[in-house]
């Protein structure tokens, strides 16, 4: 395996743990690039914390629904639906249906985790002198982010989503899930939580990743932790400083 997050850093930083699915291809997919997957079982999946694409085989027999959240972890006895993580991908190699399911389930996902993204909010910074962080997502122009920085100044950090909603004038979690869905899709200057497509990272002058999920992971002492004992898969997986 290749390297770029997930499947492909077996052990690396950007391991997932859980996933999402996006499609579920019983008879395989006569399109795809690796021919292992034409015309066998394919599962198309988002990781929950990095936002990794990856393609994965099913265990034998195992219904998958679209939009299950799925453990593809390291622990084998723990993976009680996919066999095993094939290879990470890039959204050229979605299907059509993964494709379209992308924008929900990413949606999902940034509210199911609240407290990083809020976060994100927190501590976004200054790119330049005259470029901040926070105008790379959707509808947040220059004034915005002076209000932003304004309410933090005064008022020390956001708290939850509506607090958020206050400020900007619209939901945190949508403009989250729509910057991080364009940064799935490639073709930024600046990547804010996915790591750009490695197409892009051997381009004479790379885009510029500022890793904000890692950063804030590490702020807020989270750390990965495999779940115990069998039949866990839909478990949380967070655990505290330590």
């Known amino acids: 395996m ?3 997050r997930g499947g492909r850093r077996r052990g690396g930083r950007y391991r997932e743990i859980y996933a999402y699915v996006l499609d579920f291809l019983p008879s395989g997919n006569p399109e795809d690039r ?13 990781g929950e ?11 034998p027999g195992a219904q998958l ?6 453990y593809v ?13 094939d290879f990470d991908i890039e959204y050229e190699d979605l299907t059509g249906f993964a494709k379209g399911m992308l924008p929900q389930v990413v949606e999902e996902i940034v509210r199911s985790r609240e407290q990083v993204f809020v976060e994100f909010f927190n501590i976004a910074g200054p790119i330049t002198l005259r470029f901040h962080s926070l105008e790379l997502l959707p509808g947040i122009g220059k004034k915005t982010v002076m209000r932003i920085l304004e309410r933090r100044e005064k008022e020390g950090p956001f708290k939850s989503f509506g607090e958020i909603r206050k400020v900007i004038h619209a939901d945190p979690a949508k403009v ?5 869905v364009e940064e799935v899709k490639g073709g930024q200057k600046y ?4 790591r750009p497509p490695r197409r892009e990272r051997e381009q004479p002058v790379p885009p510029v990743f500022l890793d904000y999920l890692s950063r804030i992971y590490e702020r807020l002492g989270l750390r990965r932790e495999a779940p115990q004992g069998k039949g866990r898969s839909g478990g949380s997986r967070w655990a505290g400083p330590g």
């Open 49 to 59: 914390d990095y936002f990794t694409l990856m393609e994965a085989s099913p265990r």
């Open 191 to 194: 990547y804010l939580f996915v």
């Open 73 to 85: 972890g390291p622990v084998a006895e723990e993976r009680l639906k996919i066999a095993k993580v």
């Open 34 to 46: 690796h021919p292992v997957h034409r015309t066998r079982p394919v599962v198309q999946l988002i």
């Open 2 to 4: 290749q390297g770029r």
């Open 65 to 70: 629904e679209v939009g299950e959240r799925v």
């Open 176 to 180: 989250i899930a729509e910057r991080i």
